[in-house]
């Protein structure tokens, strides 16, 4: 997956032309997702079923990367248009991709 960005607490402090990112169910103005039309990579860590909605609603990055997850329902991957790569490390949830 290579090396990471630094983590984001807040995406009101990042340049929303940034192509990478690592985020966490709980990284606060998630909604400025939207915003992000540039972003490439996405690395998510530590989310819910609620947390990885809305945020795969807002993005479609080309490579995802989701760790330490709580998620039943993963078919929100399949709504993403450009993802190419897709990496889902420690889940114990999971019942449908």
Known sequence: ??????FVDDLSDVDDSSTELLIQ?????IE????FSKLIKLWIYTVNQNEINTILKLVNPKMLYIYEMRVE???????LKDVEVVSLDWNL???CL
Not at 25 to 29: E, H, W
Not at 73 to 79: A, E, K, V, Y
């Open 25 to 29: 169910g709980k990284t606060k103005n």
């Open 93 to 95: 949830k999971a019942t």
């Open 73 to 79: 329902d993963l078919s929100i991957i399949g709504s």
């Open 32 to 35: 400025k997702l939207k915003s």
């Open 1 to 6: 997956m290579g090396e990471q960005p630094q």
